[in-house]
């Protein structure tokens, strides 16, 4: 399989002994917005760690603009333009929002000013909390500055895990609109998500994945015409 902006071909991936990924394979393609759906434990989270490299793949390929990543360290992933905000945000609780920010910045320096315009175009209010500590931040704001920062890459492609989890409904709205505006300035996302409503309400195409094995891809619409994995998604 080949011919995506992100490959993921026939990837196994392990947490210690736990064979998690079992020859998973999804595609994102050029300007395109894909979600990754299941309950927890199913495998999102380590599939994005096995696309970013911050888990080792025991067999299969990841390949990125067809040239093959798989064994790429993650900050050799993210110089070639793939951005990831984790799950659980990964800010520096003594740095301040500018400082998080900057270290983004300084993995992109080459991209200069244009990678710094698109992080804050994504959410504006960062503005205001440039001098707040990460330890002072809430849920939803820690979120933003992951995205953010992720952004200050200026990537190709933006892994989000889990980016409206814990939020309420006015903000998973903020945030999706934000997705949206991400994929308006060309940036493709691969979106982990446990909330199918949430991913059909953003996605382009959308995977749905169990005990490691994808079970379903195409248009959001059809998932919901499938009652197999609508049971599988709902528990």
């Known amino acids: 399989m080949s011919g995506g902006l992100l490959d993921l071909d026939r990837v196994n991936t392990y947490r210690g002994a736990a064979h998690v990924l079992r020859a998973l394979s999804l595609r994102v393609g050029e300007g395109e917005t894909v979600c990754l759906v299941g309950r927890n434990g199913a495998g999102k989270t380590t599939t994005l760690d096995s696309a970013m490299g911050l888990l080792p793949v025991r067999s299969g390929k990841v390949r990125f603009r067809d040239q093959d990543i798989t064994r790429h360290a993650p900050h050799q992933r993210a110089k070639l333009g793939i951005g990831y905000a984790p799950e659980d945000c990964g800010i ?3 740095l301040t929002v500018g400082e998080n920010l900057q270290i983004g910045r300084w993995l992109a320096e080459h991209k200069g000013a244009a990678a ?3 992080s804050q175009a994504i959410f504006p209010e960062i503005e205001q909390l440039i001098d707040r500590r990460g330890l002072n931040l809430s849920g939803g704001q820690k979120k933003m500055l992951a ?4 952004m200050a890459l ?3 492609v933006l892994l989000l895990d889990e980016p409206f989890e814990g939020l309420a409904p006015l903000v998973v709205t903020r945030f999706i609109e934000a997705a949206r505006r991400i994929k308006a300035l060309g940036v493709s996302l691969l979106i982990a998500e446990s909330n199918v409503t949430n991913a059909a ?3 382009d195409r959308l995977y749905a994945i169990d005990r490691g094995e994808i079970l379903f891809e ?3 619409r059809a998932a919901f015409d499938n009652a197999e994995v609508m049971r599988i998604l709902r528990g």
């Open 92 to 94: 520096f609780p003594d």
């Open 201 to 203: 309400r953003v996605a």
């Open 218 to 220: 195409g248009d959001p």
């Open 147 to 150: 995205i953010a920062r992720a």
């Open 154 to 156: 200026a990537p190709s």
């Open 116 to 118: 710094e315009d698109r």
